[in-house]
C-alpha cells in the first residue's frame, strides 16, 4: 500500500520536472514511509513518483516507479493484487519470465501482455495505478473494481496532474487552486463529495471499475472493465436457486477464500474487531485459518450507547484471538477534531472518521495490515434504512399524505431526549441506542412521496434546501437511469449505496484514516467474486424477520454463538449532538460565526440550525458537521489560518 503522484506538462525542463514530481510524491509520505522514488521522460514531460508501504517482497525488488522488462510500459501503483501469484503462473505460461517476488512486477508484465484494461479486469485486489506507455506517449489511469483506493485526476491548462490524494496535485505550482460549489453543496447533502466530483474545480475521481486512457493530443477515453451496476442486474436476473443451508455454506467457502487471500504479507498483520456481524465474520474466517491468534484490535467509548468494546472483547475471547482494547476518554478524540482538515485535505463529514483514525493509529502499533469488515451492509442489506424503507412504504399504501405529514410532525416536535428516556424504559434487548435521533428521523420519512424521495430523504444529512447561496442541487444515484436493471425498494437503495456512499464516504473514511499512520486496510467482503455472488441471492435471504444480513448472520453462527453478536445495530459513531452542545462548542461557534467564506453560506440558515441545536429542540449535529468540516477545511486549505497555506484561484 503506497501513495502515487504524477505530473505530465508538455512544456517542463528536466529539472523543473524532477522537482515538482518529488514534491507531489513527497506530500504523500504519510502513505509510505519505508521508501520514495521518482522516474522521469523529460523529452514528454512526464513524471511519475511513488511512496512506498513495503507489504509483499520487502526487497528492493518491489521498489517503484517500475518499468517492464522491455521497456514499454513504466508503473506507479498502489494497493495489493491478492491473485498475483494465479497471475504470475499464467504468465510464465505464456513465456514471461520474473526478476522479483513483488505483485507489482506482475501488475506490469500484465498490462504489457493483455493490455491495461483487461489485466485490472483479471486482477483481485484493492488498487490504483499509473502506467505510462513511452512510444505511443499515453498515460493509463486505473481504479480498482469497487473504489477501494483513492485516485485524483487534473486536466488544467495542458497540464494532467494525478494523486492519491488533492494535496499533491493543489500543491503543484501553477495549478489554479479553486473550490468546487457543486462539491460543496454535495458535502453538506451527503456528507461527502461524491465522484466523479472532487471540492476542487478541474479536479475529478477516478470512477471504480475503470481505466482512463489520455493520449498526447489530449484526447481522453473512459474503459469501463468492470460495472457493479451491471453485475447487480445480471444477478438480480438470475438468481441463485439455494436453499438456506446450502446458500450459507456456498458464502461460507466463498468467504473463507477472499478472507485467506487477504492474509498473504510478508509484515505482521491483523483486523479491526467491534463484535459487529461483519468484523466478527471477517475475524472468526481469519481465525479458522492460522496457526497462532489473529491479532484484533478495538477502541472503547464511555458513553452510553457508543461502547462496543465489551462486545468485541466477548467475540475474541471465544474465537481466541490476541485482542488488544484501548478505552478513550473524550478528550482524545476531541484532540483529534482540529486535524481532520489535514488527515482528510478535502472535506469530508462522517464523524465516525474520528473512531476510524483512533483504531488504526492503536493497529498500527502492532501491525502494518489490518482486515476490516466494510462492505458487509452494502452487499447483504445491513443498513436500518432498507428495513425501514420497506416498513415506510407498506404504512403509505393506507395512511394518506396528509395524515402521514402530521404524524411525522408531532414525533419531530418531541425532543430527542426525551425520546431517548422514553425508550430506556423498554427491556434490554428491545432497547435502541439514540433512540430520538432514530425516531426523528423516520418521522421524516413519513410524508415522502415514493421510493426514490424516501431515499433522497435518508442519505440527506442536511435536509431541506441546502444553506449554500446559489447552489446547484447535487445528483443522486437513485435516479440514475442505470437503476433501471435493480427493482424499486431495498435493493435499489443496496446499489445507489454500494455506487457512492460506499466508495466515496465508508471507503475513503478507511482509506485516510489507516493511511495517515501508514497503515494498510483490507476488505475481503468486497471481493469482486463475493460481490457477484451477493447480488445473486435472493432477497429473502439478506432480509428476514425484521433483520438484515441474515445469511451472512448464519454463516458466522458457525463460529461464534448468535448470544454474542445478536444485539441492535449501533454503527461506529460518537455522541456529537451532546459534544457540539459541550466541549466542541466554542470551536463549533468560531467557525460558524458570521462572514463569508470561499464557499458563500447562507449564514441565517445555518446559524438557526445552530441556535435550535444549542436549546436542545432538535437533534442537528449530523447537518452541522458537514458545515463545520466545510469551514475548517477552508481556513486549513484556503487561507493562511491553522497553518494553512494561503491560495487563490
Same mark, same amino acid.
Given at each position: 500500500m503506497c501513495g502515487i503522484a504524477g505530473i505530465w506538462d508538455p512544456t517542463a525542463g528536466a529539472d523543473d520536472l524532477a522537482r515538482r514530481t518529488l514534491a507531489a510524491t513527497t506530500a504523500l509520505a504519510h502513505r509510505g514511509p519505508d521508501g520514495d522514488g521518482v522516474w522521469t521522460d523529460p523529452a514528454a514531460g512526464v513524471g511519475l513518483g511513488h511512496r512506498r508501504l513495503a507489504i509483499i517482497d520487502l526487497s528492493p525488488g518491489g521498489h517503484q516507479p517500475k518499468a517492464s522488462a522491455d521497456g514499454r510500459l513504466i508503473v506507479t501503483y498502489n494497493g495489493e493484487i491478492y491473485n498475483f501469484l494465479d497471475l504470475k503462473a499464467e504468465l510464465e505460461a505464456d513465456g514471461v519470465r520474473f526478476a522479483t517476488r513483488s505483485d507489482t512486477e506482475v501488475l506490469v508484465e500484465a498490462c504489457v501482455r493483455w493490455g491495461v484494461p483487461e489485466a485490472a479486469r483479471r486482477m483481485n485486489g484493492i488498487f490504483a495505478f499509473a502506467a505510462w506507455e513511452p512510444a505511443d506517449r499515453r498515460l493509463w489511469l486505473v481504479r480498482d473494481h469497487m473504489g477501494v483506493k483513492p485516485l485524483y485526476l487534473s486536466r488544467q491548462r495542458g497540464v494532467v496532474r494525478f494523486a492519491s490524494e488533492p494535496r499533491s496535485i493543489v500543491g503543484d505550482p501553477g495549478f489554479a487552486a479553486e473550490p468546487d460549489p457543486a462539491a460543496a453543496a454535495a458535502l453538506l447533502r451527503f456528507g461527502y463529495v461524491p465522484a466523479p466530483l472532487s471540492i476542487w474545480r478541474d479536479m475529478v475521481k477516478v470512477e471504480p471499475g475503470t481505466a482512463v486512457r489520455i493520449d498526447a493530443d489530449g484526447g481522453v477515453r473512459v474503459h469501463r472493465y468492470w460495472d457493479v451496476a451491471a453485475v447487480a442486474a445480471a444477478g438480480i436476473a438470475d438468481p441463485l436457486d439455494l436453499d438456506?443451508?446450502?446458500?450459507?455454506?456456498?458464502?461460507h467457502d466463498l468467504l473463507a477464500r477472499a478472507v485467506g487471500r487477504q492474509m498473504l504479507a510478508d509484515v505482521p498483520l491483523g483486523a479491526f474487531l467491534s463484535g459487529g456481524i461483519d468484523s466478527s465474520t471477517v475475524v472468526a474466517l481469519m481465525q479458522a485459518q492460522s496457526d497462532r491468534p489473529v491479532r484484533t484490535f478495538t477502541i472503547g467509548f464511555r458513553a452510553a450507547g457508543y461502547d462496543e468494546a465489551p462486545a468485541a472483547r466477548a467475540v475474541a475471547a471465544h474465537l481466541g484471538t490476541d485482542h488488544t482494547e484501548l478505552y478513550l476518554d473524550e478528550a482524545d *478524540?476531541? &484532540?483529534?477534531?482540529?486535524?481532520?482538515?489535514?488527515?482528510?485535505?478535502?472535506?469530508? =463529514? /462522517?464523524?465516525?472518521?474520528?473512531?476510524?483514525?483512533?483504531?488504526?493509529a492503536l493497529a498500527r502499533r502492532h501491525v502494518t495490515v489490518s482486515l476490516s469488515g466494510d462492505g458487509g451492509d452494502e452487499l447483504f442489506a445491513g443498513y436500518n434504512r432498507y428495513i425501514w424503507a420497506e416498513r415506510v412504504r407498506s404504512f403509505g399504501r393506507w395512511l394518506p399524505p396528509g395524515v402521514r405529514a402530521a404524524a411525522g410532525g408531532a414525533v419531530?416536535?418531541?425532543?430527542?431526549?426525551?425520546?431517548?428516556?422514553?425508550?430506556?424504559?423498554?427491556?434490554?434487548?428491545?432497547?435502541? *441506542?439514540? &433512540?430520538?435521533?432514530?425516531?426523528?428521523?423516520?418521522?421524516?420519512?413519513?410524508?415522502? =412521496? /415514493?421510493?426514490?424521495e424516501l431515499y433522497r430523504r435518508l442519505v440527506s444529512q442536511w435536509t431541506g434546501p441546502l444553506p449554500i447561496r446559489g447552489a446547484v442541487e447535487p445528483g443522486f444515484r437513485i435516479d440514475d437511469p442505470a437503476m433501471a436493471g435493480v427493482p424499486e425498494g431495498a435493493a435499489r437503495m443496496q446499489l445507489?449505496?454500494?455506487?457512492?456512499?460506499?466508495p466515496d464516504d465508508i471507503l475513503a473514511k478507511v482509506d485516510r484514516a489507516s493511511m495517515a499512520v501508514a497503515l494498510e486496510a483490507r476488505v475481503p467482503l468486497l471481493d469482486p467474486e463475493v460481490v457477484a455472488f451477493a447480488w445473486r441471492l435472493p432477497m429473502r435471504q439478506k432480509v428476514r424477520d425484521g433483520r438484515g444480513k441474515w445469511i451472512l448472520r448464519r454463516v458466522l453462527a458457525r463460529h461464534v454463538p448468535p448470544a454474542l453478536f445478536e444485539r441492535p445495530k449501533t454503527g461506529f459513531g460518537v455522541p456529537l449532538d451532546g459534544w457540539l452542545r459541550g466541549p466542541l462548542r466554542d470551536w463549533a461557534s468560531d467557525l460558524l460565526a458570521p462572514g463569508d467564506g470561499t464557499v458563500p453560506l447562507d449564514g441565517a440558515a445555518v446559524g438557526a440550525a445552530w441556535a435550535e441545536h444549542l436549546s436542545g429542540r432538535r437533534n442537528r449535529a449530523y447537518a452541522l458537521w458537514p458545515v463545520l468540516m466545510l469551514r475548517a477545511?477552508?481556513?486549513?486549505?484556503?487561507?493562511?489560518d491553522a497553518g494553512g497555506t494561503r491560495r487563490s484561484a
Open positions: 438456506d443451508e446450502a446458500a450459507t455454506t456456498a458464502l *478524540a476531541l &484532540a483529534l477534531v482540529p486535524r481532520m482538515p489535514d488527515i482528510w485535505d478535502e472535506p469530508f =463529514a /462522517d464523524s465516525s472518521q474520528l473512531p476510524t483514525h483512533l483504531v488504526s419531530r416536535a418531541i425532543p430527542p431526549g426525551a425520546l431517548d428516556r422514553v425508550a430506556g424504559l423498554a427491556p434490554g434487548r428491545l432497547r435502541v *441506542a439514540r &433512540a430520538g435521533d432514530k425516531l426523528h428521523k423516520a418521522a421524516a420519512l413519513v410524508a415522502a =412521496a /415514493d421510493g426514490a445507489c449505496d454500494t455506487l457512492s456512499y460506499l477545511w477552508e481556513r486549513r486549505w484556503l487561507t493562511s
